[in-house]
């Protein structure tokens, strides 16, 4: 899989979102140069994929082609599962990386924020063994584990921690990933 591959979906999608778009339209929602919308528009009219009928004044309408639908739904399966695997992978990934520091320290804090990260890291750790998972507190500030000299897994850039002025180490757990 490859960056044409995921531009085609986008074009596709927005295509299939709305026929009456151009291609400045498509270049500004997708990202894309306007060069590459419509090179990559040529390639899927060859496919076969999208029809190009032109319009009064001078305009252009696009539209997907059944082969174009069932293309759209099938890179829309692949990206899903690309993405999927990669997410379950770096989860995999924190595992083993909360396992190794468990080996080397006996409690551990972890530095819930609120993202899809935090929500990763929460549910990594909820799938280790028991013993271990009890041995990993979630706090949601630094305030939280003041006074004691148990390291922090944290999830952010190290500078806004350091001004702080805990005691307590810190880890970054997407520099051990």
């Known amino acids: 899989m490859n960056k044409t591959y995921d531009n085609e979906l986008l074009i596709l999608s927005q295509i299939d979102a709305n026929p009456d778009t151009t291609q400045r339209d498509l270049s500004r929602h997708t990202g894309l140069s306007l060069g590459s919308v419509n090179l990559l528009l040529k390639k899927m009219a060859k496919e076969g994929l999208i029809k190009i009928e032109s319009i009064p004044a001078h305009r252009v309408a696009y539209m997907l082609t059944p082969r174009g639908m069932v293309e759209k739904a099938n890179k829309t399966v692949n990206y899903i599962k690309r993405h999927y695997n990669a997410i379950n992978q770096t989860k995999e990934n924190i595992k083993t990386v909360m396992t190794t520091l468990l080996a ?49 897994v944290h999830c952010v850039p190290d500078e806004s921690l350091e001004h702080m002025g805990y005691a307590n180490p810190t880890i970054n757990l997407l520099e051990k990933l």
Do not use: C, W
């Open 104 to 152: 080397e320290h006996p409690t551990l804090y972890i530095l819930r924020t609120q993202d899809e990260v935090g929500n990763l890291v929460v549910t990594a750790v909820e799938e280790m063994p028991p013993a271990q998972a009890a041995t990993i507190n979630f706090i949601h500030t630094m305030e939280e584990a003041k006074g004691s000299h148990i390291p922090v």
